[in-house]
């Protein structure tokens, strides 16, 4: 029996012989019942499609305005990376580049290690390093917070509402969106038919 016909319960270690999954069927461990396959239905296709979509997105929301602040008659524009630039003019070196990795840069890598790692594989072809993209996109996953920028831009606008005039940009909406597509496609994503279609491919 080989190693590559069985998978282990990721809660009591059990062994189980890999069996032919339908896409909608869940398979439990026969020990704790915990759950150990649900295929997806067409993950790679909807997946790689959300990605595409994400990258789109997150380009649209660093290009264009984020917040326009009208102030006495005079107007302020900011983008995406504004508030990042004035962090870090301000000193606060660490807290900028944190927030630079948090809502651009881990995004942002996630999105292309999917990339990388779906359009291949959904092609049919090979590139090199793909093993080792796709566990540093899975790292860099849980570094993406962009809901919580989100939600403190949500409150610096509720806290200024009063001292000026706040008109919301593109940018915003980009970024809203660009939160639910990620959501999406960590949902969607099924790390074990990547795998799977891997060692397909290899000779």
Same mark, same amino acid.
């Given at each position: %029996?080989?190693? $590559? ?6 809660? #009591? &270690?059990?062994?189980?012989? !890999?069996?032919? *999954? ?5 398979? =439990?461990?026969?020990? #704790? &019942? ?6 997806? *239905?067409? $993950?790679?296709?909807?997946?790689? +499609?959300? +990605? /595409? ?14 917040? &326009? ?7 302020? =524009? ?15 070196? $660490?807290?900028?580049?944190?927030? !630079? ?13 999917? @990339?990388? *790692? @779906? @359009? ?9 390093? =793909? ?7 899975? =790292?860099?996953?849980?570094? $993406? %917070? !962009?809901? /919580?920028? !989100? ?8 806290? @200024?509402?009063? %001292?000026?005039?706040? *008109? ?14 990620? +959501?999406? #496609?960590?949902?969607?994503? &099924? ?10 491919? #290899?000779?």
């Amino acid at each position: %029996m080989r190693h $590559s016909h069985l998978i282990a319960c990721h809660e #009591c &270690d059990l062994l189980h012989r !890999m069996v032919a *999954v339908p896409a909608g069927a869940a398979v =439990r461990c026969r020990r #704790c &019942d915990a759950l150990l396959r649900h295929p997806k *239905v067409n $993950s790679l296709e909807r997946t790689l +499609a959300l +990605a /595409v979509a994400g990258l789109v997105l997150i380009l649209l929301a660093n290009t264009f305005p984020f917040l &326009d602040f009208e102030i006495q008659g005079r107007v302020q =524009r900011t983008l995406l990376v504004s508030g990042i630039l004035e962090l870090y003019r301000q000193g606060m070196h $660490s807290l900028a580049l944190l927030v !630079m990795f948090t809502t651009i840069v881990a995004p942002l890598a996630h999105l292309l290690g999917l @990339l990388y *790692v @779906l @359009l291949p594989l959904v092609a049919g072809l090979r590139l090199p390093g =793909r093993f080792q993209v796709f566990r540093l996109m899975r =790292r860099f996953q849980p570094w $993406s %917070m !962009m809901e /919580v920028f !989100m939600l403190g831009v949500l409150v610096t606008i509720v806290k @200024l509402a009063k %001292m000026a005039q706040i *008109v919301p940009g593109p940018a915003v909406y980009c970024f809203m969106a660009l939160i639910l597509v990620l +959501a999406a #496609c960590t949902a969607t994503l &099924d790390p074990h038919q990547v795998w799977e279609r891997w060692e397909g491919h #290899c000779p």
